[in-house]
């Protein structure tokens, strides 16, 4: 067995050292350009915004009653049950499902009053709104929203409506 030359001894510790400051200098470069803003920081969170949902009806059914339920989704249910009902999911239920693709955050469920107006409140980002008007013509809306900033007005009108249904 023969011992190592004195060269493989010298640039053995020489490329240790390379690869060692190699592998750090590339860590430091991905750490550097990560975002400021981290999770635990100090920093104030952006504050939930307040959402006025309006519904207009239109002169035709002035006298129908608007007090119907209007949910906030972080997700878009429909497209979420349509993929669950699709792709087979063997011992998963629908309801675990959908908390998995909301990621954690929850509906927020708001009742219009009389005249057609509520107030809710919704932390920031993109939620779709779903809501359903029965009558002589049904109208449903699944509008996707991006709630940013202190202050929004959602109106719910015909022109918006996602489907229009007449009953005969």
Do not use: C
């Not at 640039?11 to 803003?37: D, E, M, N």
């Not at 202190?150 to 229009?164: F, G, M």
């Amino acid at each position: 067995m023969t011992t190592p030359g004195i060269i493989f001894r010298l640039v053995t510790p020489v490329l240790q050292a390379a690869l060692a400051l190699g592998l750090f200098s590339a860590g430091w470069l991905i750490y550097r350009k990560l975002p400021t803003h981290v999770a635990n920081s100090t920093e104030k969170r952006p504050s939930d915004a307040l959402i006025q949902i309006v519904m207009r009806p239109t002169p035709q059914k002035v006298g129908i009653q608007l007090d119907v339920s209007v949910e906030f989704y972080p997700v878009d249910i429909v497209a979420v049950h349509h993929e669950y009902f699709t792709e087979r999911r063997a011992g998963k239920r629908f309801d675990d499902f959908l908390n998995e693709r909301m990621n954690g955050r929850r509906p927020v469920i708001a009742r219009l009053d009389q005249s057609g107006r509520a107030l809710v409140t919704v932390s920031p980002g993109t939620w779709w709104v779903h809501a359903a008007l029965a009558g002589e013509e049904d109208l449903e809306w699944r509008l996707p929203v991006s709630v940013a900033g202190p202050k929004q007005t959602i109106e719910l009108t015909p022109q918006n409506a996602y489907t229009r249904t007449r009953s005969f």
